[in-house]
């Protein structure tokens, strides 16, 4: 059973930095594209960051100064590390990740979320 477990969330000041880590476990062949969402009250899911299995990054043009995306496949692990943080950035932030449950068969999946509140 594959589980994407995110960690590291919580509640920091206006200006303040955080990095989050999604941990992926059980049974499964290789990882490959991972990601990182959002979701404010009352606002669509939005795409913050995505990353490669060789390190490519895309971002999200309004958040690429100051959030940074990378990833430990060593761990299993991919991160967000998250500066300058602004009350606007305050959401749930959700793991994706494509597993590869063969070598030609992969299936998406999410992490529970993990929330970050940012006060002013």
């Known amino acids: 059973q594959v589980q994407l477990v995110e960690s590291g969330g919580g509640l920091v000041q206006a200006g303040g930095s955080l990095r989050i880590s999604c941990a992926v476990s059980?049974?499964?062949?290789?990882?490959?594209?991972m990601a990182w969402y959002r979701q404010a009250p009352g606002k669509q899911r939005e795409l913050v960051a995505h990353i490669t299995r060789g390190s490519s990054t895309n971002y999200a043009d309004s958040l690429k100064s100051r959030f940074t995306i990378s990833r430990d496949n060593a761990k299993n692990t991919v991160y967000l590390q998250m500066n300058s943080l602004k009350p606007e950035d305050t959401a749930v932030y959700y793991c994706?990740?494509?597993?590869?449950?063969?070598?030609?068969?992969?299936?998406?999946?999410w992490g529970q979320g993990t929330q970050v509140t940012v006060s002013s």
């Open positions: 059980g049974g499964f062949f290789g990882i490959g594209a």
């Open positions: 994706n990740a494509d597993i590869y449950t063969s070598q030609i068969r992969s299936q998406n999946y």
